[in-house]
């Protein structure tokens, strides 16, 4: 059965067609602003070969003499991610226009991604054990640097600290599921459309173990990685507050060189409040509290995480460029990788549609595909094109998967029938699945959607109106801000959009039967 998504769910029964279509729509959904991380990555790995990296220093003002205040006020990285990358407005209301240097990655990450697609799916799983592959060696890398880094231990037990309240936070339980479901590629139907050139005879049980397994240990292998250069890079700002804090005192209050040192450092500062309290009153607006573990505690996660505390990390290590290099090539395989799978998802349901097949050769289907999410991928790289990035990763695969995955979890174990399933599974693989697979499949997985269903509706209601992180210059940081009302009936739409299609296409298969139907019995 070499079917797309909507094909395979059609077999199964005509009524869950819908569910296939809801697959394509996030699917589609998720191409038009993913392939925007690829053109971020571009954009840095042509700046990574610069010495020294341009988001190492603060670039000069205009007047050349001194800093750019908006840099002074925050730190280089975030300058290089926020003012020269992405060119941010102050708001989701100030879309501004397209920044060309953007546009012009975003192409060329198309145009890659089309390159890679051009032969068609079967073809694509060939590009993307490139794609998976290299990155591990690049891990590599950087675990055997990251192991090695001064700080790198901070990060690691920060890592494997259990923190109760975040595991009795509902959103941590959410972010873990979409992570799971992006990770795996559920819901999406990439699966379904690359597993329909598998043999009938594949073993499909073992190779599942398999992904699951390897899926896990790359989290936690990754992480590890993350961790450590997170350490490090927690601890060498911790040092350098600490550092400039044993400056300040040393030259306010003419201390002999040396008298002051990180261990003793509280100490002094008691020591001089109590004996000067006047010129420390004065002086402690400039005196930082400098802490460990509030540094590690400002973790951040998205595109915050791989381009600027990565990227903050990167140009305090030796030879940064190398690394650089090596970290935003990595990205890119990533990103290309996760991308051939979205776009086959898409792919496989209109080169199985005949009126489409029939008229128009792959080359081209594939094509216009590409060029479709382009032309609306540049709505991300306007200056408020990030704030639209956030609604798109927020809201159009993460309740709409919750929903989708539940369907067909219930579609194959109630409707479909877990015993034609298990028949099935024994055609292929020569025997039957035991009970553990049978219990999941029927009863806890469904269980467990419905309470993470559950959680995101709670903590929707609970959260009250919907909120972003907006970016303020004259302040050098995000401040928060409620979502417009226009982008809350997007965020609706995202969700409506793709979940409604499961219902929609079940009364619309309905209502054909029944015409059908009338239409015989009119002839009889």
């Known amino acids: ?46 700046h990574s070969f610069q010495d020294p990296l341009p988001w ?3 670039p000069l003002n205009s007047n050349r003499t001194g800093y750019e205040e908006e840099c002074e006020k925050t730190s280089s990285t975030q300058y290089f991610w926020y003012r020269q990358t992405l060119n941010i407005s102050p708001s989701l209301e100030a879309s501004g226009s397209v920044q060309w240097e953007q546009a012009l990655c975003l192409t060329l990450a198309w145009l890659v991604v089309y390159l890679c697609i051009l032969r068609g799916t079967a073809s694509t799983g060939k590009v993307v054990y490139v794609t998976a592959s290299l990155p591990y060696c690049v891990l590599i890398i950087y675990l055997i640097r990251g192991l090695t880094l001064h700080g790198a231990v901070n990060g690691l037990v ?50 599942a173990i398999i992904v699951s397994l390897i899926n ?32 300040l005192l040393l030259n306010a209050f003419d201390l002999e060189e040396g008298s002051l040192t990180a261990d003793n450092l509280n100490e002094m500062k008691d020591y001089l409040m109590a004996t000067y309290p006047q010129e420390y009153a004065q002086l402690a607006p400039q005196i930082k509290n400098c802490s460990l573990e509030a540094e590690l505690d400002t973790a951040v996660q998205g595109t915050g995480l791989a381009f600027i505390v990565y990227s903050e990390a990167i140009k305090n290590m030796e030879v940064p460029q190398l690394y650089s290099v090596l970290y935003f090539f990595m990205l890119l395989m990533l990103g290309i990788g996760s991308m051939l799978g979205n776009t086959a998802a898409i792919l496989t349901p209109l080169t199985d549609s005949r009126a489409i097949a029939s008229r128009f050769p792959k080359e081209v289907i594939s094509g216009v595909v590409c060029f479709v999410n382009c032309i609306i991928g540049l709505i991300f790289t306007m200056e408020a ?43 292929m693989i020569g025997r039957k699945p035991n009970w553990y697979w049978k219990i999941m499949w029927a009863f806890v997985s469904p269980l467990l959607i419905i309470s993470l269903f559950i959680f995101y509706i709670t903590d929707y209601i609970l959260t009250g109106t919907l909120q972003y992180q907006a970016w303020d210059a004259t302040q050098g940081q995000l401040v928060t801000k409620d979502y417009p009302g226009y982008a809350l009936a997007v965020i609706g739409l995202l969700v ?9 296409g079940a009364l619309v298969t309905f209502v054909r039967k029944r015409l059908k139907r009338e239409r015989v019995a009119t002839v009889a």
Request: glycine content about 6%.
């Open 56 to 58: 190492a220093i603060c």
């Open 158 to 207: 920060y890592m494997f600290t259990p923190k109760l309240e975040q595991l009795l936070n509902p959103k941590a339980w959410i972010s873990a599921a979409t992570q799971i479901f992006f990770s795996l590629g559920l819901g999406f139907g990439s699966l379904i459309a690359f597993a329909s050139y598998n043999e009938p005879s594949n073993n499909c049980q073992r190779h």
């Open 1 to 46: 059965m070499r079917q797309g998504s909507i094909g395979a769910w059609k077999i199964i029964s005509p009524y869950l067609c819908g569910v296939g279509v809801a697959s394509v729509v996030v699917s589609f959904f998720l191409s038009m602003y993913y392939n925007v991380i690829n053109a971020w990555a571009f954009w840095y790995l042509f």
């Open 496 to 504: 409506a959009s793709s979940t409604m299609c499961i219902p929609v």
């Open 385 to 427: 094109g990030n704030y639209w990035f956030d609604i798109f990763n927020d809201y159009a695969a993460t309740l709409s998967l919750l929903l989708i995955v539940l369907v067909e979890t219930i579609a194959v174990c109630y409707i479909y029938g877990i015993r034609r399933f298990e028949k099935d599974l024994y055609t």
């Open 216 to 247: 896990s240990t790359t989290s936690i292998f990754a992480s590890i990685v993350t961790f450590s250069i997170y350490g490090f890079k927690a601890t060498f700002n911790y040092e350098s507050c600490i550092n400039k804090v044993i400056l």
